[in-house]
């Protein structure tokens, strides 16, 4: 008797919005500002190359998509394409990194709706999404396209005032393009640090290729709804980022802890409906990416590279139940304990790596050499960036990848086709 398998309930629009969520999410409210700080006056050269980046993994993912349509993303892919262990390390980067992206968007609802409350509001958040993600994937696809177009709407209202504003004076005196940041690094360096802090926050779309064994046509719908998604994102973040640049200025931006609440302050734009679309943003990114990390876990059970009660599917919900709740409770703990800086720099390293895997899979496939050109781009972009980070947030990266090593020197199962 074959286990059973996943619902295919999901369409282009459901997958679009997933994506979307996962990107325009808190990254947009909280990621330009520690950017700004690297990169400077070139911050948008910075954000430049996160999108160059992100495109190639987009390429790269859509076409292992199309080939592999199935959950577990760049796993499925390394393990077909490169061999397990590669497989595993994939996947191992995904989980780990993207449970503590996880925790950093729990805790970003918890900064923007109680400071004082910061943890238990962002437990008890990943407690209620968990929840949701249990109940099924279509109601959360549902809440998914809601939360997206809701914080969409909210941006592009900043975005017209910002640019129709008097407060809006730097874009006269070079403030979005010109002038430095005192005690920023600035250079090629800080450019590709601001790249891979902004790359976190673009790096949502991989949440559709762990979709694959729920959309429909999986094989049409995949490449497009993520090339949808980023196109949109893509789009969001500059309007916002030169907006941004516009009111605040440089060095305004550099040093605003929350600089898209900061714009609105200074234009008169309601604060609160910011603060609202913050926290709707980091949900909605939330619950894209739990629900993206217990596909990934429930693709690693199968294989026994997890615990195989993992890979349990409820019979009724058709859903990954043991996984999901797994996932909810690792998330809640890091969202109980972990620092907000920490979790989204080791993140940043993780989610790079397993991108890298990606890329090094794409060029695996038949193509000319001209094909090659954009994963071979991609591989170089990711592995250059996330060396770029933080020392602290490179240390700890290559330990965890040090341990998942280990693991699958234990854990490996038997080739199925040997």
């Known amino acids: 008797m074959s286990a059973p398998e996943l619902r295919r309930s999901l369409g282009l629009g459901d997958a679009v919005a997933v994506g979307l969520s996962a990107m325009i999410g808190a990254g947009v409210f909280a990621a330009l ?3 700004a700080a690297a990169a400077g006056s070139a911050l948008l050269a910075g954000l430049a190359i996160a999108a160059l980046i992100a495109y190639c993994n987009a390429s790269s993912s859509a076409r292992l998509a199309a080939v592999y349509p199935q959950s577990g993303g760049t796993y499925v892919y390394g393990r077909e394409r490169l061999g397990p262990f590669w497989g595993h390390l994939a996947g191992w980067s995904f989980v780990v990194g993207k449970s503590a992206s996880c925790a950093a968007m729990a805790l970003t609802v918890g900064h923007y709706a109680w400071p004082q409350y910061a943890n238990a509001v962002a437990v008890a958040a990943v407690i209620a999404l968990t929840a949701l993600n249990v109940l099924g994937v279509e109601r959360s696809a549902r809440v998914a396209k809601i939360a997206a177009a809701l914080v ?6 900043l975005v017209v005032a910002a640019l129709t504003s008097a407060a809006a004076s730097h874009v006269a005196d070079g403030g979005v393009f010109g002038g430095g940041v005192a005690g920023g690094s600035g250079g090629v360096f800080g450019v590709l640090q601001a790249a891979g802090l902004l790359f976190f926050a673009f790096a949502g779309y991989a949440r559709i290729a762990t979709l694959g064994e729920e959309v429909r046509e999986p094989q049409r719908t995949l ?3 993520i090339f949808i998604a980023l196109a949109i994102t893509l789009v969001v973040y500059l309007l916002v980022a030169v907006s941004l640049l516009a009111v605040l200025g440089v060095s305004g931006l550099a040093g605003a802890p929350a600089p898209v609440a900061d714009a609105a302050r200074a234009i008169g734009f309601p604060v609160p409906v910011i603060t609202v679309a913050a926290c ?18 429930l693709a690693m059970a199968r294989d026994g590279h997890l ?9 009724r919900r058709r859903v990954p139940v043991r996984a999901e709740l797994a996932v909810g409770v690792v998330v809640a703990v890091a969202a109980a304990m972990v620092d907000l800086r920490a979790a989204i720099g080791f993140s940043s390293f993780a989610v790079l790596v397993y991108y890298a895997v990606a890329n090094a899979s794409a060029w695996t496939l038949r193509a000319s050499w001209s094909g090659r050109v954009v994963p071979a781009v991609g591989l170089a972009g990711c592995l250059l960036v996330a060396l770029s980070l933080p020392t602290g947030s490179v240390a700890v990266g290559v330990m965890v990848l040090a341990v998942g090593a280990l693991a699958y020197s234990v854990t490996r199962a038997p080739d199925p086709g040997a």
């Open 33 to 35: 500002g520690p950017a």
């Open 152 to 157: 969409v709407a909210v941006l592009v209202a």
């Open 223 to 225: 490449p497009r709804a």
């Open 280 to 297: 709707i943003a980091a949900l909605g990114s939330l619950l894209a990416l739990v629900l993206g990390v217990s596909r990934t876990t």
């Open 307 to 315: 615990p195989r009660a993992l890979a349990v599917i409820d019979e």
